[in-house]
T-cell receptor, first 116, second 113 residues
Framework: GAVVSQHPSWVICKSGTSVKIECRSL??????MFWYRQFPKQSLMLMAT?????????EQGVEKDKFLINHASLTLSTLTVTSAHPEDSSFYIC????????????FGSGTQLSVL | AQSVTQLGSHVSVSEGALVLLRCNYS??????LFWYVQYPNQGLQLLLK??????LVKGINGFEAEFKKSETSFHLTKPSAHMSDAAEYFC???????????FGQGTELSVKP
């Protein structure tokens, strides 16, 4: 079955540094990828939708300059948390849509970000 | 360890018929459970969530789900399907003390006229 690889699964960083999270579709081309954020014991919040080769569409309230999304190829999207602060600590999940016509959605395993 | 299993990767109903999407969970502690929906060309949306209050949870668009501890189930229902309900539905459970979401495999709902 289709697999979405998300890396790293866990990262700790100092306040003020930037962190990059990768989301790869391993055996299919993902025309669309979604980035979500989840606070502990709460539901997912959609942050942005990215389509290969174009700028990401951010949800209301999500800072574009803080959460940089790049979807440069059909198998890779990255989320960079710039100048991270403790309030950015969260669980980030990506999902990718299979562009082969079945439009099924597959999830990465998530990245737990802790900012000290 | 917490996990969820969605029975049936594809469900097809006629417009106006009952919608029943099945979800069973395994959890060593009282779980937080969620149903999400993904409409075509959109991201996930939260339909409803169970957080140990009322066992019957009402969500958006006429959907509801009942938490049954004895059956470890959290099935999603809607009395009368609309064409606009055609989408993929995901059941999810909060995992562990860290609160990470674990998703089921998804069930695609088709609605026939």
């Amino acid at each position: 079955g289709a697999v979405v690889s998300q890396h790293p699964s866990w990262v700790i960083c100092k306040s003020g540094t930037s962190v990059k999270i990768e989301c790869r579709s391993l055996d299919f081309q993902a025309t669309t990828m979604f980035w979500y954020r989840q606070f502990p014991k709460q539901s997912l919040m959609l942050m942005a939708t990215s389509n290969e080769g174009s700028k990401a569409t951010y949800e209301q309230g999500v800072e574009k300059d803080k959460f940089l999304i790049n979807h440069a190829s059909l198998t890779l999207s990255t989320l960079t948390v710039t100048s991270a602060h403790p309030e950015d600590s969260s669980f980030y999940i990506c999902s990718a849509r299979d562009g082969r016509g079945n439009e099924k959605l597959f999830f990465g395993s998530g990245t737990q970000l802790s900012v000290l | 360890a917490q996990s969820v299993t969605q029975l049936g990767s594809h469900v097809s109903v006629s417009e106006g018929a009952l919608v029943l999407l099945r979800c069973n969970y395994s959890s060593s502690v009282p779980p937080y459970l969620f149903w999400y929906v993904q409409y075509p060309n959109q991201g996930l949306q939260l339909l409803l969530k169970y957080t140990s209050a009322a066992t019957l949870v009402k969500g958006i668009n006429g959907f509801e789900a009942e938490f049954k501890k004895s059956e470890t189930s959290f099935h999603l229902t809607k009395p009368s399907a609309h064409m606009s309900d055609a989408a993929e539905y995901f059941c999810a459970v909060i995992k562990g003390g860290g609160g990470k979401l674990i998703f089921g495999q998804g069930t695609e709902l088709s609605v026939k006229p």
